[in-house]
């Protein structure tokens, strides 16, 4: 059984299945699933492949097993981000994020100790939006939600998606951005990959920017916000956002917040494949705001995040390792009964 007590927050799940589109609507962008190799299934979209994702997608067992491997004793599990599907209108995005969010409960359920779960939301409507947040965190016991970081194009940053985010400063939930739909792409030169390797780490680091110029991050001091791909460009950004801060009274006067104050309020997976890299994070975002990541279980995946800790001084080893995931997700302190159970796991929650 694992005494391992790191927690990794950047992971992906897929459901084995979709049920089929009972909506109103003609001609709808509604996943599905079909049979693949061997614990292999295609995601389905417009009838074309979008991604063969095997069982550890869906299978706690099959993760449980790699995390062991991995020295992890906890996986946040979080949706693909395609699944976050803010092209549907707002009724059919809630009946899918339903489902959605159903399962993550379901395996968080199987492995209480050893998964938390971060649902979706239909942020392309905000009031189905909150109502969904309501639901999956208060029905479902998920910790929160993982959000693009555009809605068709608008960064989250953007005044309309504001009462998204008080709601989910009052009811206290973790919140995930991960890279989605990212632009720029018109300028890569080569291989679709690209994107993932190239465009992502721009989008991140302009939608994090969009949470401080917006004004969202003023507005909600305590919202507990992380950003994957360690926080993607943002931390090459702040020192000369922060200059042209200081050196234009129209930012001045629109930007509340000190830029580097911003930026140390919200968090920051360590998904970066470098350690001089990590490095910069922490002396730019402070030790207590990074979180361990991996992007599991896909092709671009870290497959060592643990590993990648090594050098850091103790503290801030250990803060990195679990104790800033557990004030991410549960605010002040992990619950009492999940933080035993990380040291002590019972039968049937470990391989």
């Known amino acids: 059984m694992s005494t391992y007590d790191a927690?990794?927050?950047?992971?992906?799940?897929?459901?084995r299945d979709f049920p089929p589109y009972r909506g109103l609507r003609a001609g709808v962008r509604w996943p599905s699933m079909v049979e693949g190799q061997p614990c292999h299934r295609h995601v389905m979209l417009d009838g074309a492949v979008y991604r063969t994702v095997s069982h550890q997608c869906w299978d706690t067992e099959v993760r449980s097993a790699d995390m062991e491997r991995m020295g992890l004793g906890m996986q946040v599990l979080s949706p693909m981000?395609?699944?976050?599907?803010?092209?549907?209108?707002?009724?059919d995005g809630q009946a899918l994020a339903r489902y959605i969010n159903e399962s993550i409960a379901t395996l968080v359920q199987a492995a209480p100790r050893r998964f938390a779960g971060l649902g979706t939301v239909p942020l392309q409507d905000v009031e189905c939006a909150i109502e969904e947040l309501d639901i999956l965190l208060h029905q479902f016991g998920l910790a929160g939600v993982e959000l693009g970081?555009?809605?068709?194009?608008?960064?989250?940053?953007?005044?309309?998606?504001?009462p998204?985010?008080?709601?989910?400063e009052r009811w206290g939930a973790a919140v995930f951005v991960h890279a989605?739909?990212?632009?720029?792409?018109?300028?890569?030169?080569?291989?679709?990959?690209?994107?993932?390797?190239?465009?992502?780490?721009?989008?991140?680091g302009?939608?994090?920017?969009?949470?401080?110029?917006?004004?969202?991050?003023?507005?909600?001091?305590d919202l507990r916000i992380a950003f994957s791909h360690g926080g993607g460009t943002l931390g090459l950004l702040v020192p000369r956002l922060r200059h042209a801060w200081k050196s234009f009274p129209m930012l001045t006067q629109a930007i509340a917040l000190d830029p580097l104050d911003a930026v140390r309020r919200m968090y920051y997976d360590t998904l970066v494949y470098d350690e001089a890299t990590l490095g910069y994070l922490l002396a730019t975002f402070g030790a207590e705001r990074?979180?361990?990541?991996?992007?599991?279980?896909?092709?671009?995946?870290?497959a060592d995040p643990v590993a990648r800790l090594t050098a850091l001084p103790e503290p801030v080893r250990e803060a990195v390792r679990h104790h800033n995931a557990r004030r991410w997700l549960y605010g002040t302190s992990m619950p009492a009964a999940a933080t035993h159970s990380l040291q002590n796991p019972q039968d049937g929650d470990a391989p």
Do not use: K
């Open 180 to 204: 989605l739909r990212p632009c720029g792409m018109e300028r890569l030169v080569g291989p679709p990959v690209l994107e993932q390797a190239l465009a992502f780490p721009g989008e991140v």
């Open 149 to 162: 970081s555009n809605v068709q194009g608008v960064p989250i940053g953007d005044a309309r998606f504001l």
């Open 290 to 302: 990074l979180l361990l990541g991996s992007d599991y279980p896909f092709a671009i995946m870290d």
């Open 164 to 168: 998204f985010f008080q709601a989910a």
């Open 81 to 91: 981000p395609e699944l976050l599907s803010y092209w549907l209108e707002g009724d």
């Open 206 to 221: 302009l939608a994090a920017a969009s949470m401080i110029t917006g004004g969202t991050l003023a507005a909600c001091p």
């Open 7 to 15: 927690i990794d927050v950047h992971t992906h799940v897929v459901p």
